[in-house]
């Protein structure tokens, strides 16, 4: 079983930067996909950026296309997610999930595909 271990997050005002990271504890072998969820107050859960490990490949939900950048480095078994020119609309609760490759694509960033999930961190941009 992953333990996802969070960290980042706070408030900022619009226009500014955040980095969020979130390292995989028990992860040992295997391809997988990782990555960003948030959800806004009143809202469901959404995708934001998810890696998949096998082709080094990212996808970014249309939103943050150009302002977030997702990263890993496969020796700590950690993502990042660089947050630029935040937007008020970007406060949130993001959580790291994290789940094995098994066939289904990464980059539909399907809240409903992942089993393990971390704690959260809150992200408040004020305008």
């Known amino acids: 079983q992953v333990h996802l271990v969070e960290s980042g997050g706070g408030s900022v005002q619009a226009g500014g930067s955040v980095r969020l990271s979130c390292t995989a504890a028990?992860?040992?072998?295997?391809?997988?996909?990782m990555g960003w969820f948030r959800q806004a107050a009143g809202k469901e859960r959404e995708g934001v950026a998810v890696f998949y490990a096998a082709a080094r490949a990212t996808y970014y939900d249309d939103s943050v296309k150009g302002r977030f950048t997702i990263s890993r480095d496969g020796t700590k078994n950690t993502v990042y997610l660089q947050m630029n020119s935040l937007k008020p609309e970007d406060t949130a609760m993001y959580y790291c999930?994290?789940?094995?490759?098994?066939?289904?694509?990464?980059?539909?960033?399907?809240?409903?595909?992942?089993?393990?999930w971390g704690q959260g961190t809150q992200v408040t941009v004020s305008s």
């Open positions: 028990g992860y040992t072998y295997g391809s997988y996909c």
């Open positions: 999930a994290f789940r094995m490759y098994g066939g289904n694509f990464c980059g539909a960033l399907d809240r409903s595909d992942y089993n393990n």
